[in-house]
């Protein structure tokens, strides 16, 4: 269900040197998300958002506090999108944001990093090509390479493969793209063909970056959703998860250095990096700061 919400601020200030993403703020246009994805950190207490899978909130305001804000802003640096719902979510004409919202970052001559399981960000190819003339960067989340497993544990989301071919087409246009490929779930996609299929498939579609995690995290209502969602899809998983991690909230596979040497060694072969290329201002820019 789609709902109407006015918020009074929408850029997050990063608190810290944000060195995973160089992200300065971070913008959600929207809360809860419709990917209903299995294992989504957002779906934790700390967050407060309720019925996450069933109601979108659009911050309809957005688009006009962006502007204000962005027009405020003595500094510029990368904009995050896409850390607490997909940017490039499904929803009803008229009621997405994030087309309007990059024209507004394209205006302001702002930075963006998006994180995405979706082949919609190509409908803003465009908007994406200017915005990288200062910096853009595109990661797409992908957890497993097979489409039949996403199927089940992304089920909203673009398939891998639809995934996978957006890239190609963003790196074609000169867009730095790559992969986040986390969470890697313990007992389900920590196998080495996973991490080979997912590599391999980066480079042929045109990552210049992979930056993983082998492993995921489980809190409060996170935790239970998920187990729930073990029972009906992996029956007898869960258990090895309980006697596994118990009540920890970040949960390595069991074979996580296998899999990072195995990653690194695929990623020097194809000649990828392993951290996000972050954003540097220009030198004028950096004068400006001191100015």
């Not at 969470?183 to 391999?200: G, K, Q, S």
């Not at 579609?205 to 995290?217: E, K, L």
């Not at 296998?258 to 020097?268: E, I, P, W």
Request: proline share 6%; net charge neutral.
């Amino acid at each position: 269900m789609i709902k109407e919400i006015q918020v009074q601020v929408l850029l997050a200030h990063s608190k810290q040197p944000d060195t995973l993403f160089g992200l300065k703020y971070n913008m959600n246009l929207y809360r809860g998300c419709c990917h209903r994805c299995v294992y989504c950190d957002s779906r934790s207490e700390c967050y407060q958002i309720e019925n996450f899978d069933r109601d979108v909130l659009v911050k309809v305001n957005a688009i006009e506090l962006l502007r204000k804000e962005l027009a405020s802003k003595r500094v510029k640096g990368p904009i995050g999108l896409g850390s607490m719902n997909d940017p490039f979510m499904p929803l009803p004409p008229g009621v997405s944001l994030t087309g309007q919202a990059l024209a507004v970052i394209a205006e302001f001559g702002f930075p963006v990093h998006i994180i995405t399981k979706s082949a919609l960000v190509l409908q803003e190819l465009e908007t994406l090509r200017r915005i990288s003339q200062v910096y853009a960067s595109i990661s797409f989340t992908v957890t497993t390479a097979d489409d039949a497993l996403a199927a089940k544990v992304e089920p909203g989301s673009s398939r891998p493969s639809a995934r996978f071919a957006a890239m190609k087409t963003l790196a074609a246009h000169g867009i730095q793209t790559g992969v986040t490929m986390m969470p890697i779930l313990p007992f389900i996609e920590d196998n080495e063909e996973n991490i080979t299929a997912i590599v391999e498939q980066a480079a042929e579609n045109g990552a210049s970056y992979i930056i993983p995690w082998m492993g995921m995290t489980m809190r409060d209502r996170q935790r239970a959703y998920y187990y729930r969602q073990l029972d009906v899809l992996f029956p007898g998983i869960r258990e090895k998860y309980e006697r596994t991690y118990g009540d920890r909230y970040s949960c390595d596979t069991p074979n996580a250095p296998q899999l990072y040497r195995l990653f690194n060694a695929l990623c020097k072969k194809h000649h990828i990096a392993t951290q996000l290329p972050l954003y540097e201002p220009l030198a004028s820019q950096q004068l400006n700061l001191w100015g």
